[in-house]
Structure formats: C-alpha cells, structure tokens
C-alpha cells in the first residue's frame, strides 16, 4: 500500500440491520475506492444481519470482513473491537459509520481528503457546521434535543466542535493509537464525547465536513434511556476524572 492510497477500513457496527446493511455495502463499493475494506461487526444479530454479512464478505473478493460479536453490550464496545481490528490488519484511515443509511456515503471522499491533504487526525461529519443538516423527518423535539446535547457538551467540556455527538467520522491509525482507543470505557452514544474529549486533551486536530443526516428507513433505533442518561453523565464523569 503506498502512501498515496492508504488502506481504509471502514467499520460498521450492526445489530438487526439485515434491510440496510446490504444497500450501505453497496453504496460503498460504489464509491470506487481500490483501497477501502469494510469491517462488520455484528453483535450477535437475531434478524440474520451476520448472515448476511457473511454472504457478503464471501462475494466481496476481500473487500468485506466480519467480526461477530457473542454478546450486545453497547455501541462503544463494538467500536472498539472494531478499531482495534482495524489496526491490527494495518488500516491507515479508520471510518466509523452506522448501518442505517443515516450517514452519507458521499462524504466520505472529503473526510478522506481533509485527512490527506490537511493533516487532519479526525474528521467529523457534522450536522451543525455551514452546510450541514438534519432529516426533514425529525421532529423539531428531536432536533432541539440533539442542538442542546452539543451545547451541553461543549459547555463542560470546552470542546470546539460543532457537532461533538456525531457517529459518522475518520480518523487517522495514529489518532487511534495516540488516545488510546483500546481503553475508552463510555458506551453507547457517549462514547463519540469521550472520543473526542481525549483527541482534543491531546492537541490532535479535528476537522468537521458538513452533511445531510437521514432519518433511518428501515429497522428500528438503538437509543434507550439508559444510553441517554450515560450520555448526560458522561461529560461530567470527563471533566471530573472520574473515566
């Protein structure tokens, strides 16, 4: 792999996404990137989406992988076997993304070129930058609610980030490496806080692109009360020492 074309992994954690997961895999390879791999990591999905995952891998000529997880116990846990899978099969460039279709594909190019041509350590796709927006669908609760955790957030953390909640990013293997990623111990949502908490401690540079979030078409949403209440306490938890 030379250095002009970085092995991308991009890591999709699933759990019940058997409707979406073969579109977003699609949608990916459409991007026509020689060096990007795309990194499932189902948790043990009971809809049959590793099945499918499978299917696809085997039908992927190397592109497609998958690491099935036993047990499903959060959305930071299975970024985190998904990172560090990724860096141990030497990807240069690590993209998080969800299954959903939520996350614009499309975007994925400027990210990629705001890492290799601005030095960039992490690169946020933001809905709260010049150009970014939010689904059509949301209802103006949903979208309040989301504008004041990134005010909540940026407020105690004193994070210069637009949109420190976003799940949709690409960071550098070194970035990874240098926050530690093996050791991060939020789960669910807040997971993405404390990411970006340690990136920013460590005086990395984090750019954000704009997108278009979409309200997912299929399947259901993971957020439950207890993810939102680990969310509201985490950034204390931050600031505190306590994590």
């Not at 995952?53 to 116990?73: C, P, Q, Y």
């Not at 997971?191 to 005086?203: D, P, S, W």
């Not at 299929?218 to 207890?226: D, I, P, Q």
Request: net charge neutral; glycine share 8%.
């Amino acid at each position: 792999m030379t250095a002009s074309t970085p092995k991308i992994t991009v890591v999709v954690p699933t759990y019940n996404e058997c409707e979406n997961l073969p579109i977003l895999a699609a949608q990916l390879e459409a991007l026509g990137i020689p060096s990007l791999h795309v990194l499932v990591v189902d948790d043990n999905s009971p809809d049959g989406t590793g099945d499918i995952a499978d299917m696809l891998a085997s039908e992927s000529g190397g592109t497609v992988s998958v690491l099935h997880r036993t047990e499903k116990n959060g959305l930071g846990r299975a970024y985190v076997a998904g990172m560090n899978r990724a860096l141990a099969e030497n990807g240069q460039i690590v993209i998080q993304m969800d299954a959903d279709l939520s996350h614009p594909v499309a975007a994925i190019p400027a990210m990629m070129d705001r890492i290799q041509n601005q030095g960039a350590d992490l690169v946020i796709g933001s809905r709260y930058v010049a150009g970014g927006s939010t689904a059509a669908e949301w209802p103006w609760h949903r979208k309040a609610l989301s504008l004041w955790a990134n005010f909540y957030v940026r407020a105690i953390l004193g994070l210069k980030v637009k949109d420190g909640t976003a799940g949709f990013k690409a960071w550098t293997a070194s970035a990874l490496q240098t926050i530690d990623v093996t050791s991060i111990r939020s789960n669910g949502y807040s997971f993405q806080v404390e990411m970006n908490y340690r990136t920013a401690q460590r005086g990395l540079k984090i750019v954000e692109v704009p997108i278009r979030f979409e309200e997912r078409i299929e399947g259901a949403s993971k957020m439950n009360l207890r993810e939102q209440i680990e969310s509201a306490l985490t950034p204390w938890k931050l600031v505190l020492g306590k994590k």
